[in-house]
C-alpha cells in the first residue's frame, strides 16, 4: 500500500454530541489524502484536515482492566466526530482496539504540517473533566478505600473481607482511569503511548 492510499477502518464512531450512549450503529471510516470520510445518520460527511480544529485522545475502561481507545476530533465550529476502539456496545474487541490504534497512526502521519500549526493536539481529559473525576475519586477513595476498612475493623468478618476487596478493585480502577487521563499536550509525531489503549 502506497503512504496516501485511501485506508478504511471498520470502527464505530458518534457524529455530534452525547451523553449516554447503549449502543452505537455507525461504523466506518476512510482516511485518504484529502481527510476523513464517513456516513452517519446525518450525512456523508469528508472532513479535510484543515478543518480540523482539535484532536484529543483519551481512554475509558470497556472492563476493569481493558482500557478503551477514544478519539475526539473536533471540526468547522461546533461539530464533533468521536471514534471508538471498541464494539458498538463499547466492551474490549481486539480487533477493533487494533484498528482503532492503527487509526490514530495514520490520521496523525497522514495531517500535512502545514495544518498541524492550526490543531490542538490534547490528550487525556480536558481540564474541567479532569477536575471533576478528581473530585469524584477522593469521594470514591471515602467510599470505597476508607469505608471498607472500617467495616473491616468493626465487622471481622468473610462477607466483609470479600466486599472491601471487591471495593478496592473498584478504587484500583478509577485511580488508574484518572491516572491515564491527566491532561496534556503531545506532538503528532509521538502519540504517546499510554494515550492508546
Avoid at 18 to 26: E, K, N, P
Avoid at 85 to 101: C, F, H, I, P
Avoid at 144 to 167: H, K, M, N
Wanted: aromatic share 12%; hydrophobic share 40%; charged share 25%.
Amino acid at each position: 500500500m502506497t503512504e496516501n492510499a485511501t485506508a478504511e477502518y471498520p470502527l464505530y464512531f458518534r457524529d455530534g454530541d452525547g451523553f449516554f450512549v447503549l449502543s452505537l450503529a455507525t461504523r466506518g471510516l476512510t482516511l485518504d489524502e484529502r481527510g476523513i470520510t464517513f456516513t452517519s445518520e446525518r450525512e456523508t460527511r469528508t472532513i479535510g484536515f484543515s478543518e480540523i480544529n482539535a484532536i484529543r485522545l483519551h481512554t475509558g475502561f470497556a472492563d476493569k482492566e481493558t482500557p478503551l481507545g477514544i478519539c475526539e476530533i473536533k471540526f468547522g465550529r461546533w461539530r464533533k466526530l468521536t471514534v471508538y476502539g471498541g464494539d458498538s456496545y463499547l466492551r474490549a474487541d481486539d480487533a477493533q482496539r487494533e484498528a482503532y490504534v492503527r487509526f490514530v497512526h495514520d490520521l496523525h502521519r497522514r495531517i500535512p504540517a502545514a495544518d498541524r500549526a492550526g490543531i490542538a493536539f490534547n490528550g487525556g481529559l480536558s481540564e474541567t473533566r479532569h477536575m471533576i473525576v478528581s473530585a469524584a475519586s477522593l469521594v470514591g477513595a471515602v467510599l470505597f478505600v476508607l469505608l471498607p476498612l472500617v467495616l473491616i475493623v468493626l465487622v471481622p468478618r468473610w462477607e466483609t473481607l470479600g466486599v472491601a476487596v471487591t471495593s478496592f478493585g473498584l478504587a484500583y480502577v478509577g485511580w488508574k482511569n484518572w491516572s491515564r487521563n491527566r491532561p496534556q499536550h503531545y506532538s503528532p509525531d509521538r502519540v504517546p503511548a499510554e494515550l492508546l489503549p
